[in-house]
């Protein structure tokens, strides 16, 4: 039968476990939120504007040629009800969420297959052929490979993704388009390239008062935020300082105990930790079972696992350093020998 102090740490990992969980699943919210004013964009994107002048193999020898350095291209505003966008990728890039299926490879975005990413609104539009799903885009089929969309309603869930040839092979060159990568580099080399067959798309430009204000708005956003991620961090220190202190004078009669038995510090503490790693243990797979639950039902977002396993295994950690330094306070305020015979 659980002590009483063994059930009160466990409550407190328990919560502390919840608590981180539903902190990064909020981050990892508020990205895609951001993510998805943009237009899925990172910040870093730039945006053109292709005459009619220009040919297919012009823009397809500088997307193959060896100076074109890792990240995307999206041919935009495919579709006048629907947000179609045409993609080319090499390297590395950041991958939209998906409800099911999975991404293009390289190799696909830079070919002409029909194959297609739609969002959860067009699932109704879908038809079955040979096993395989299918949906109407500009006039042809297209077999669908992945769901785009995460727990909650972006733009996600109205867009379609084909290859980017396939999109010029379609409606033409020109058109508007965003270069996108990972790293600031990349897009702005890769920009230097378009511009040679491509103009700046003058309508996605701001004047400088509004991006200042929009910046001075969202620093004020992330900077309360912060604050209130601060103040819940302080709170489960406290907390973890009053639990584990509880849990340490409960266990001070097994230490003395075992000090009597003539085993040695070392043994004592090594016993002590094993019984705070078991609590620990069950509470981890507790909130862990409860997490996935809510992630499977689409009740909260997916979030990173090695995130989340590192953040919980510094609170881990400091609960370890709280209960070890209490204890070696107990033992050399004591100074229990064994007896001799």
């Not at 466990?10 to 990892?28: G, P, Q």
């Not at 293009?104 to 038809?127: C, M, W």
């Not at 977002?301 to 709280?322: P, S, T, V």
Request: with cysteine; proline share 2%; hydrophobic share 45%.
């Amino acid at each position: 039968m659980l002590k009483k102090s063994s059930l009160l740490l466990a409550f407190d990992l328990i919560l502390v476990f919840s608590s981180v969980f539903f902190i990064l699943a909020n981050m990892h919210t508020r990205r895609e939120l951001e993510e998805s004013k943009r237009g899925f964009y990172s910040e870093e994107a730039s945006y053109l504007v292709c005459e009619e002048t220009v040919d297919r193999e012009t823009l397809r020898g500088i997307l193959s040629g060896g100076e074109w350095m890792p990240g995307a291209l999206f041919k935009k505003n495919l579709e006048m009800d629907a947000d179609t966008r045409g993609i080319f990728y090499s390297g590395k890039i950041e991958i939209p969420p998906l409800l099911s299926g999975r991404f293009f490879t390289p190799e696909e975005s830079r070919g002409n297959e029909r194959k297609a990413l739609i969002g959860a609104r067009f699932r109704k539009d879908l038809y079955q052929e040979d096993g395989k799903q299918y949906i109407e885009i500009l006039g042809e089929p297209f077999e669908v490979i992945g769901i785009l969309g995460s727990a909650q309603p972006t733009r996600l869930d109205n867009m379609q993704w084909i290859p980017l040839e396939t999109a010029v092979e379609l409606t033409g060159v020109s058109g508007r388009y965003a270069a996108d990568g990972i790293s600031e580099t990349a897009v702005e080399n890769n920009t230097k390239l378009l511009r040679t067959i491509m103009e700046e798309d003058r309508t996605m430009r701001k004047t400088g008062g509004q991006n200042a204000l929009q910046g001075l708005h969202k620093w004020g956003d992330l900077d309360i935020i912060e604050k209130i991620y601060l103040s819940i961090v302080c709170v489960f220190v406290l907390n973890m300082i009053l639990a584990g202190n509880y849990w340490m004078r409960r266990k001070n009669q097994k230490v003395q105990v075992e000090k009597l038995l003539g085993l040695s510090a070392v043994s004592v503490i090594c016993s002590i930790y094993s019984d705070f790693l078991a609590v620990a243990g069950t509470s981890f797979l507790i909130v862990g079972a409860a997490a996935v639950c809510l992630t499977l039902f689409g009740l909260v977002g997916a979030i990173d696992i090695l995130e989340y396993c590192l953040c919980c295994g510094f609170f881990l950690l400091a609960e370890m350093l709280i209960i070890g330094v209490r204890m070696a306070i107990y033992i050399l305020r004591t100074r229990i020998v064994p007896k001799r015979m």
